[in-house]
Structure formats: C-alpha cells, structure tokens
C-alpha cells in the first residue's frame, strides 16, 4: 500500500490565510487528544476498495486477506496520526493554537495558528512527526529483530515471503517500516514535506524568509515533476498522486508567500475602523453592547487607555447596567501605528491572543481599531482578479481540500 506523506501548515486567526480551511472543515470528528481534535476527511474512503481488492487479490483467503488489509491502513493512517500529533505536542509547547488534525488520502495536515516562526521553533516543530516515528519503529524493533533471528530473514526473498503472508506478524513488521518510510519519506527538503520546513527554517538564518520560502517551494515543485516522471515510468498510480499532491501543497506555500507580501506593504491605518471613537472609560458596560457585542477601544479625551473584548463584554452582560467600561477594560492592550503593516499588526494580534488591536498616533490618540473581521475584508482586497482558477487550485478543488 502506498505510504502517506504529512504536512503541517500555518493558518491565521479567522482563516484569512487558511487555503486549506473549508475543504477540511468537511472532515468528520473522529477524537479529541489533548484538546486537539482529530478528523478524517471523507475522501480517505476512496482508497478503502483498492484495499480490499489489494489484499484479498493477493491472498489465498480473499476475505482474511481484505480483513488484513483493513488492519493495514488502520496501523498505517495510526502512524500518521502519532505524526501529526508530534507536531501539535511541539507546537502547544512554544504556546501555538492547534486547530486541529485532518487524516487525508495523501497522509495528515495539522493546522497550526500562528504567524512566521523563528526558525528554530519551525525546525523544531518539523522534527518533531518524523522524530515520533522513529520512536515507533524502534520500539517495534525488538519484535522485528527477533523475527529476523527465528525466521532467519537474512535475504529479499524471505522478507517479501513475510510481508505476503497475513498474519499479525507481518503486520508488526509492515507498522515497522511504514513508520521508518513515514519519516525518511517526510525528511525529503522540498515543500509541503517536513523537510522542506527544516530547509527553510536553515536558509532563513543565511538570507531573508522569503527568498528562503521561494527556494523550498521551489524544490517541492522539481520533487513533484520527478514524482510524476517516476511513476509514469514504473506505471505506479500512487506516485503521480503523491506528486500532485506535492504540487498543490507549494502552489498554495507560494500563494501564501505572495499574500504576506502584499499584505506588508498594506499601511493599517488605511483599513482601521472609527467605531465612533471607541467608548469612554466612565460609560456604562452596556454601551459597549449596543452596537452588538465586539471588540472596542475605551478612549479618554482621545487617548486609548484601554480596550474591552468582546469575550469580556459577553461575560458580564447580566450585569452590564452595574459596570463601567473602566471597570473591566485591559489596560495592558498592544497598539499599532497607522504605518504599521496589515500583516505585522496580525501578528501582534496573533501574539497577544486578541482578534483585534487599536491603532493610535505617535502620543497614543485614538485613529480607529483594527479586528480580525477587518483582516478577512483586507485579504479578499489584496486578492488579483482571476479569469480563471490555477489548474492546481482546480485539481485540490476536486479533491475536496479547498473550498469553492
């Protein structure tokens, strides 16, 4: 059976950067680890039938071997997971959000919130999936060595004779080495593998992040031209589908480079709401709820001197009528400069945990609020016209991996 590939990929509060979102939104709950929920997309079913035919084709028994091979894919796509979850481990360790984890035909993606990592935190995050499956195949080892041992598995031909029969000892040797081509698979230096994080999070100590974005990107394209030749030649379907895959997954890492780019060069006071001047400190709770609950900016004679979030807001509505904005504002906001950019000010919100941050002047005077809503408006902006979908865009649309 083919072996999956995983990714991780950055996603921003309120999904303005999120390629992947509606598609995986699709996906159904299968668990919930450590706060992190677990899904499996739909389309992993497409490969349930060539399963089946697989191992019942290749078996003496056709319906022992079917069931084999549902055991199979069951400790295959467990493997990706504990890769998957590796990654969601590291990433709640530096203090990142993990949406969640979606199990795909192709292999697993975790969606991480957040803005760039340094670049240690990425290689380290990146490490993290193939570093889990190494553990699991060195804890199958004993088993494995010691099959190697009493069946005096010391040739090809022995092996392949194992790995034909359908028994719970092959199983354990084919977990083996799924999960030790799970992780040398994923190692590969080009975009959207592991690998190809860890290439960017190096070149981004020699040269500037986005050139070091381009050149990964740039080999995942060259690895999936040469997956597409590769299995055209050894007539193996799975490797143009995992080629396609790779395809997609940069094409959308470049379509992400070229959004941030632009989005630096979006001055955020162009886009920063009035909001009528934000609420005065000395105002009733209840003001800030008659424009509907939101995150607003608590200003005294034009001077920010606070601001209250919606979250706060909702939770003391019964007794809004009882309470001053002063009362339960956050004087310790972050504030941006109109001149900041789009995109460093959806960092700075990102990092404090807030969907919204006040731009004031140079003395701290009031110039409106920027929120998460706003940042959606500024990205469907920053988008150019298109005639027409990009062939990849099409492809990962049948898919089900994008959104319509």
Known sequence: MPIPMNEWCAVSAGDAYD?????????WHIATVRGVAVRLHPTLLLIVPWVLWHWSDRSVDPLRGALFGVFVLGAVFASVAGHELAHAIVAHRFGLAVRDITLLPIGGLT???????????EAAIALAGPAMNLLLALALSPIVLGLVVVRDLTTIEALARLLAETSVTSLLVFTAISNLLLAFLNLIPAFPMDGGRLL?????????????T???VGAGYVVAFLSLLLGAWLRDPTLPVAGLFLGIAAFLEQRTLLLERALQRLPVGQFAVWDGGG???DEPLAHALQGGPRDVAVVADGIVVGMLWRETV????????????????????????????????????????????????PGNRYRGVFTSDRLTHVYRYVQAPRRGAAPWVLVAR???????
Not at 200 to 212: K, P, Q
Not at 328 to 341: C, G, H, I, L, W
């Open 398 to 404: 049948a898919l089900g991996l994008l959104g319509r």
């Open 19 to 27: 390629s992947w979102g509606s598609g995986v939104n699709r996906a």
């Open 111 to 121: 969606r991480i919130e957040q803005g760039p990592l340094p670049p240690r935190r």
């Open 214 to 216: 381009r050149i990964s």
């Open 200 to 212: 960017r999070a190096w070149l981004s100590t020699l040269a500037e992040r986005s050139r070091a």
């Open 314 to 361: 909702l939770r003391h509505a019964h007794v809004a009528h009882l309470l001053r904005a002063a009362d339960v504002m956050d004087r310790s906001f972050v504030a941006v400069s109109p001149e900041t950019s789009v995109y460093e000010a959806h960092r700075r919100m990102l990092a404090g945990g807030h969907p919204a941050v006040p731009v004031v002047d």
């Open 279 to 281: 609420v005065h400190p």
